[in-house]
């Protein structure tokens, strides 16, 4: 137990941070929906009960996927954060399914609401403080990216740094952008049934704010599904293929591999050196290489072999992307 205490420590903090204030959100949006019967309210207690969820499991998951690896699992625990990802969007699906079936059933059956400041002060509040968590998870994205910018960089930044972000992040961020985009929406209806008697518009909102919770989960789905069989960092193995093409002793490669697990990469590369160096040459030229892709963001371990150079350049492998271009190399510095 103390170990696990020590590793929730280690959880992501961006997916904490929205589970609790997703809590407060879902329960003032309860209260909300007793009180005026609103659809467009139900549509966003839902979505923030699913939000607040699957938070809180992403968060138990991504302090579990820190764990040191053990005899029986050496590659660790990274892709942990994987699988609760999947299993999170589930409980997100299950929420799209619910508030899209009860817009639709507002649409042809609309029912006036009543409670209207209690509506739109709620809807107020809770998208103001979706947009604070989305602008919090922003922030880390672009400190995973490595990227400093103005006050507004977390918000217009951040979704061109997406693939930057870490999976419990990127699940935080996309759910808030669902999230703050589904309280505008919301509250944009509540308005239109207010002012002229558009009851049907909160049930749309519903069913669009359901839509958009079906685009989150197909896409974390399916970006999560990869993590958890094991997919190449195709961006980090250009990087470091370029690194160690570089070395002066690094005549050319056999294999570069780099597997994501979970927020962690395993590097695995098979280098051709000239065959007439020292053992003791050889080992300093492992070092060497040992120390520059240990260096790199997120790797983990790394394995290196060589082998004698036999005068055929075998890595030109262009068309699957591993020759990276300068603009390439700025980026990931």
Known sequence: MKEFWK???QGNKPSLLA????TFIALMKGAGFLFTGNVALFAETMHSFGDAANQYFVYVGSAL???APTPRFPNGFGRIVNLVCLFAVVI???????????????????????????????????????FFVLYKAGK?????AGIKGGPLAPVTSSFVNLKHARPATKLVFMEDTVATAGGLLALIAVVLAQLFGLDWTEGVASVMIGAMMFYVVGIIFLENARGAIGETDEEMLNHI???????????DLQKVEVIKEGEALHVEVVAEIDKTLSFDKVDDIRD????LIASQRNVADVTISFDEDDGIKT???QGLGISPTPADMKKLH
Request: charged share 25%; net charge negative; hydrophobic share 45%.
């Open 288 to 291: 060497r290489l040992l120390d």
């Open 241 to 251: 293929a370029y690194l160690l093409a570089e070395d002066k002793d690094v005549r």
């Open 65 to 67: 996927s820190k764990k």
């Open 7 to 9: 590793l929730l420590k």
């Open 315 to 317: 890595w030109k492998r």
């Open 140 to 144: 880390e994205i672009l400190h995973d």
């Open 19 to 22: 589970a609790v204030v997703n």
């Open 92 to 130: 997100v699906g299950i929420m799209a399914y619910e508030t899209i079936k009860e817009g639709w059933h507002h649409i042809f059956h609309p029912s006036e609401s009543s409670g209207f400041w209690i509506s739109f002060s709620i809807l107020l509040i809770a998208t103001l403080l979706e």
